[in-house]
Structures are given as structure tokens and as C-alpha cells.
Nanobody
């Protein structure tokens, strides 16, 4: 079992920055891959970024060059640095974890979600 605890969401103006954190506890095997998904109102959940313990990374095209994912393996914690935020980045952001890197929503473990709201 894995528990994921997210923090760092909030309200920010367009063009601003936020940093999300997600600390995992439980099975190390099931946190080989960790990442972030988001869901905006009326839309499907979508991948934002994911990273493996070895440093392999996937980004959604919409966030490349603006968001940076990183992790501290010793702390089993993943971070999402979000810069140049846009109105369309407004969503609930979910931390995910699994034993493999995925690009679908099939991640086994999900956090409770943290709201990110970008205002004009």
C-alpha cells in the first residue's frame, strides 16, 4: 500500500509560480514512478508530468518548458515546479504512484488532490 500526501496548491495570478509537493509512504516498489495528473472542470484527467526513481521523465506537451518535475528518492517525495502559469492550468492536481511509468490514468495510487487556481 502507498499513501500520498500532497501540498502546495493555491491561488496565483497568471504568469506566477507555484510548487507542489507529494510525499509517499509505504511500498518503495510501488513508488518507482511518481507524478502528477490534473483535472479541470468538465474535462478528463490528463497527465502533467511523471518521473521514475532513475530520472526518466514524461511531460505533457502543454506544460513543457514551463513545469519541472523532480524527486528526492531518499524522501520518496516528488515535486512539481510550475512557472508561467496560465488560466488553463486551473485544475485539481493529483499525485500518482505506481511500479511503472505510465501515460494513461492507470496509476495504482492516487492522492486526494490539491486545487490550483490561476486568476487573470
Amino acid at each position: 500500500q502507498v499513501q500520498l500526501v500532497e501540498s502546495g496548491g493555491g491561488l496565483v495570478q497568471a504568469g506566477g509560480s507555484l510548487r507542489l509537493s507529494c510525499a509517499a509512504s509505504g511500498s518503495i516498489f510501488n513508488t518507482i514512478a511518481m507524478g502528477w495528473y490534473r483535472q479541470a472542470p468538465g474535462k478528463q484527467r490528463e497527465l502533467v508530468a511523471a518521473i521514475t526513481r532513475s530520472g526518466r521523465i514524461n511531460y505533457a506537451d502543454s506544460v513543457k518548458g514551463r513545469f519541472t518535475i523532480s524527486r528526492e528518492n531518499a524522501k520518496n517525495t516528488v515535486y512539481l515546479e510550475m512557472n508561467s502559469l496560465r488560466l488553463e492550468d486551473t485544475a485539481v492536481y493529483y499525485c500518482v504512484a505506481d511500479s511503472v511509468l505510465r501515460t494513461t490514468t492507470d496509476y495504482k495510487y492516487w492522492g486526494q488532490g490539491t486545487q490550483v487556481t490561476v486568476s487573470s
